[in-house]
């Protein structure tokens, strides 16, 4: 479909930090800190992290509604940092939808088009092609308050595609749909992105809705870059204790290097040893710490390592443990456990986890 | 770490942004212009004294009809010559002066007076040569530059007529700084006995207003009314003191209760009634004041929780119990809130005392006396204007910034449930016999008025007469109507878009000086019509800083739309700074990010949405404008005829019946605005008002 004419810009953050003031101790702090970034015209880049990270003040700073106290930033090859939001090549997606309540769909997508002085006709070719892209073909007259909140989040992104941006920019915008129809609409936004073939910067606190959308992830944490990869590197090869606990659940078990060759290192943990397929090389006898996914661990009457069931407890597509090694408590869902032994609260068993599925900190 | 680049880039950004600086540009130039500045010419004026020198001028009497003599008889300086007046003390007392006269001496206003005497005078001057000469003082007029210091004092000049003209004296004018004249008022008797008029009249109009207004609400929130007449005229009551002009009340009371009053002398049979005084005015500031306060507790009141009612009657407290250890205390800084608003109001009241104050004279009538009497003491006034502009600014700012936050820290948030009115016959009877009568009282005293224009003569020959109509439209009626509503109807559009502009920048935008255009725009909330108007005289008549500059405006309609303007703009900005708050932010920022300009976010998105608030501005100032009168009344000229002035004046003369007239025609008027705008708002008007969402 021939919505997208023009070529997709990349975006690149060359160090930039934001500065804000404490309101309560009046002193200054970094909300936003030394982020690098360069984003490839066309992929899908998502900002994650908690509330407070600073993933929207980067997306404020890339649309130009806030002002970067270090850095430069450059759309296309183009530094931008003196144009007002209006003067940039951007189109953003807000997380309250900010349509005009005093139009309709059509003016409401029409609105930046007539701002540029599209012709008449062209208007109406472009608004009605981009409708049918979100799949509101016929909706054109309706006022925004008589659309259910999924259709006003289309009429949103359609507004903000039509006008053809260089990167288009989405500020949490599925938070306030309920979470069946936010699995919807982000599968909806990846289809149009791919096909417009448009380069997309998504803000969201959700991690699961950053995997299933992202080329790549950019976890933030306290205004700086936590770790950047794509969704399967961040979710299996987390740098930090801080990533892997907020992508998905996730088991840690300390303990020291016995010994490290091969690509294998096995750690002496208090309740035992394991191994750890990695490619890092560390000394015997090295602090370290295993990450471990809660479905990568089986458990089982033998096994690795020994343990105690404190809970279990059955929640329909999987058993769910929580399994005392040692002092340190292990999380386990167990997939499909219809066909094997379930342990109850109390008794003993021994864990186990593949050394490919497992990660060294 | 700094800010100085994002500070740099916010800079750029705004300058970026042309239609946005220059609005802000014009603002700031609006706001110094014609609130600031006033306000500080008075404080200058005050402090300013202009001390006045008597000199005697070298003058002598003659028959020639030539201008300029040298001392041996020939014609004096050559053109363009500089020229100098001899002064001399007469007693002794002052150095002698000369006067560059720079081809006058200002005592050009001198010629009418001395034309009168019957004889020519002429002006001892000296030439930049050194030689004298006498100027015809016939001629001087034809001069127009007229140096700022030198003025002669137009009184004197008149007590020579007909006395040898070599004693003509000249008072000149120079300034200093001076903190005398505050201690010099606060000695003049009039001051004193206006400022303590002024404060005994704010506190009983404020208390009784306070006692009326918490009556109307407690009744209408708490007690079963089963009539939907008595709920009906609840509503008229509390809307008519919006509708009228200021002074109706005022008119009706004198009608009504006055010497000829219909109901003190026809049905009482009291021939010596006296109206006029202080009772007088707090009677019908009260009448005027007391429905906002009514709707201001009413408010209130509603937000009160009734469950923490119910928890102490359930404890065992009667209801009066209830109503003194609950409700009173949760309403105490809303109902001090209420009681300062009136206060302001009644403090600021020229009207009213000015019908029917009698010898009952309060700041405001006295500034107004001082400036348009015989006594032009501008020192005086100014210094009054200014102690009256500090009274109302210190209880504005408690009102604003004490008792308003601690109303809404005790009264936030909404009732949990609907409250169990009052059926109980003991309490609902009373309480709403009570309220009827005052209504009716007050739709009596409305009525009074265009009764009063329609009776041939009131107190004597009440048969229906149109004859005040046909006086009132004979004696320019129609101008006065048609000054009146185009001065009015220019000023409306100019003071909603003004205010919504200032609204969206004060809301919505950051920049240096924001604080400033928020302050400014609340101060004129607080300043008394009066203090603006001796402001606007003093600031505006010799131009600005006495340099000529805009003088023109002055005595024209512009400056009576700036004042209709000024007057208007804090009620208007404070409706659209309270619809914009309802706006979610993204709405315009989506706007601002899609390609437009702060003027295009503005014209497209914010205005549209907050469209109700702007048409409800135009509204409200038309009709504030059209009974606008006390700082009108300071700055009108013959020129122009406004209604309110015209009903002013016929008072004054007693001839009450036109003053009727005019009242009851702009009742009407401005009823029918308001019925417009009603009309409008419930057709044409958005429910769609965007609400914040999410966050």
């Known amino acids: ?361 | 770490m700094s800010k100085r680049q994002s500070a740099a880039l916010d800079r750029k950004k705004f300058f970026g942004d042309p239609v946005m600086v220059i609005t802000i540009v014009i603002l700031f130039i609006f706001l110094a212009l014609f609130i600031l500045y006033p306000l500080s010419m008075l404080l200058v004026d005050s402090v300013l004294i202009k001390s006045n020198d008597l000199y005697s001028v070298g003058a002598y009497a003659g028959d020639a009809e030539r201008v300029y003599y040298t001392e041996n008889g020939d014609v004096a300086a050559e053109e363009n010559a500089q020229i100098f007046a001899l002064l001399t003390s007469p007693d002794g007392s002052l150095p002698d002066l000369l006067a560059p006269l720079y081809r006058s001496t200002g005592l050009f206003a001198a010629k009418a007076q001395l034309k009168d005497a019957g004889g020519a005078l002429y002006l001892k001057v000296v030439n930049s040569q050194d030689k004298s000469a006498y100027i015809a003082l016939g001629d001087l007029d034809a001069v127009a530059e007229v140096p700022l210091t030198y003025q002669a004092n137009n009184r004197l000049v008149r007590d020579m007529n007909g006395i040898d003209p070599a004693t003509l004296c000249v008072h000149i004018d120079s300034s200093s700084w001076t903190l005398d004249t505050f201690p010099r008022i606060f000695k003049d008797y009039t001051f004193n006995n206006a400022l303590k008029n002024t404060l005994v009249l704010g506190g009983l109009t404020g208390l009784f207003s306070l006692l009326i207004g918490l009556l109307f609400a407690y009744v209408d929130v708490y007690v079963h009314i089963r009539s939907r007449v008595s709920k009906r005229l609840f509503d008229v009551v509390s809307m008519l003191p919006v509708v009228s002009p200021p002074f109706v009340l005022s008119l009706s009371m004198i009608l009504l209760f006055g010497r000829g009053g219909l109901i003190t002398r026809k049905l009482l049979g009291i021939y010596n009634s006296d109206v006029y005084g202080m009772w007088g005015i707090v009677i019908v500031q009260t009448l005027t004041f007391f429905p906002v306060v009514y709707l201001m507790l009413k408010g209130l009141l509603k937000n009160i929780d009734p469950s923490m009612e119910e928890a102490a009657r359930d404890m065992g407290a009667s209801r009066w119990k209830v109503f003194t250890t609950v409700t009173l205390p949760l309403m105490l800084p809303g109902l001090g809130n209420a009681f300062l608003v009136t206060f302001i109001e009644s403090v600021a009241d020229f009207a009213n005392p000015m019908i029917i104050g009698g010898s009952y004279d309060t700041l405001a009538t006295t500034i107004y006396l001082r400036i348009t009497g015989g006594t032009y003491d501008i020192n005086g006034a100014s210094a009054m204007a200014v102690v009256l502009l500090f009274l109302t600014l210190f209880m504005f700012m408690i009102q604003k910034f004490v008792l308003e936050k601690k109303t809404a820290a005790t009264l936030s948030g909404k009732a949990s449930r609907v409250r169990m009115l009052i059926e109980d016959k003991s309490v609902r009877y009373p309480l709403t016999v009570l309220c009827m009568g005052i209504s009716a009282f007050v739709v009596l005293m409305y009525i009074a008025v265009p009764f009063g224009a329609l009776f041939k003569l009131w107190g004597r020959d009440y048969s229906l007469s149109t004859r005040w109509f046909e006086q009132m439209f004979r004696e320019g009626g129609w101008k006065a109507f048609k000054d009146s509503f185009l001065l009015s109807i220019i000023a409306s559009p100019i003071t909603a878009l003004l205010s919504m502009i200032i609204s969206y920048l004060v809301v919505k935008k950051k920049f240096h000086g924001k604080g400033l255009i928020e302050f400014v725009s609340m101060l004129a909330m607080a300043v008394p019509g009066t203090v603006l108007g001796v402001g606007f005289i003093r600031g505006f008549s010799g131009g600005i800083f006495r340099t000529g500059f805009l003088q023109s405006i002055y005595g024209t309609g512009a400056i009576l739309v700036i004042v209709f303007v000024v007057r208007s703009l804090p009620v208007g900005t404070r409706s659209g700074i309270s619809a914009l708050r309802q706006i979610d932010k993204s709405i315009e920022e989506s706007a601002y990010d899609m390609g437009a300009g702060s003027g295009k976010v503005f014209m497209s998105v914010t205005l549209p949405l907050i469209k109700d608030s702007f048409f409800s501005g135009l509204v409200t100032t038309f009709v504030r404008s059209i009974t606008a009168i006390s700082a009108v009344i300071l700055l009108v000229t013959p020129r122009f005829l406004l209604i309110t002035c015209r009903i002013n004046e016929y008072a004054e003369k007693g001839e009450f019946g036109v003053a009727c007239a005019y009242a009851t025609i702009l009742i009407a008027v401005t009823y029918a605005a308001i019925l417009i705008m009603n009309i409008v708002l419930k057709y044409f008007g958005t429910s769609r008002v965007a609400k914040p969402s999410g966050e």
Request: hydrophobic share 40%; with cysteine.
């Open chain 1, 1 to 361: 479909m021939a919505v997208q004419n023009k070529v997709p810009k990349g975006v690149k953050l060359d160090h930039i930090s934001k500065i804000y003031k404490d309101p309560k101790t009046g002193k200054d702090f970094y909300a936003v800190h030394d982020v690098a970034l360069d984003i490839a015209p066309g992929s899908f880049v998502t900002l994650l992290g908690p509330s407070g990270c600073g993933k929207t003040t980067t997306l404020r700073m890339i649309a130009g509604f806030e002002s970067p106290d270090e850095g430069e930033i450059y759309l296309g090859g183009e530094a931008i940092n003196a144009l007002t939001p209006n003067k940039r090549d951007t189109a953003m997606v807000f997380q309250s939808y900010a349509l005009f309540p005093h139009y309709n769909v059509f003016d409401n997508v029409a609105y930046g088009l007539r701002l540029r002085k599209v012709p008449k006709d062209e208007i109406t070719r472009r608004v009605t092609a981009i409708l049918k892209l979100v799949e509101l073909s016929g909706m054109e007259q309706r006022m925004t308050n008589q659309l259910s909140g999924g259709q006003q989040q289309r009429v949103a992104l359609a507004r903000a595609l039509v006008v053809e941006p260089g990167v288009l920019l989405f500020d949490e915008p599925l938070s306030n749909l309920d979470a069946k129809l936010r699995v919807q609409m982000r599968t909806e936004i990846r289809r149009i992105q791919q096909a417009l073939g448009i380069t997309a910067i998504y803000v969201t606190h959700d991690q699961s809705e950053a995997m299933s959308i992202s080329d790549q992830i950019i976890l933030m944490k306290g205004g700086v870059i936590a770790q950047m990869g794509s969704p399967m590197e961040i979710y299996y090869h987390p740098v930090s204790e801080f990533v892997a606990d907020f992508i998905g659940e996730c088991n840690f078990l300390k303990g020291q290097v016995v010994s490290s060759s091969g690509g294998t290192t096995v750690i002496q943990l208090p309740a035992g040893k394991a191994a750890v397929s990695t490619d890092k090389v560390s000394t015997p006898g090295e602090e370290a710490e295993i990450v471990v996914r809660p479905e990568a661990i089986t458990i089982a009457e033998t096994g690795m390592l020994p343990c105690k069931v404190e809970l279990s407890c059955f929640m329909g597509s999987y058993q769910n443990y929580h399994v005392r090694v040692g002092d340190t408590l292990v999380k386990i869902t167990d997939n499909c456990p219809v066909n094997r032994r379930i342990f109850s609260v109390g008794e003993e068993a021994y864990i186990s986890f593949d050394a490919a599925c497992a990660h060294l900190l």
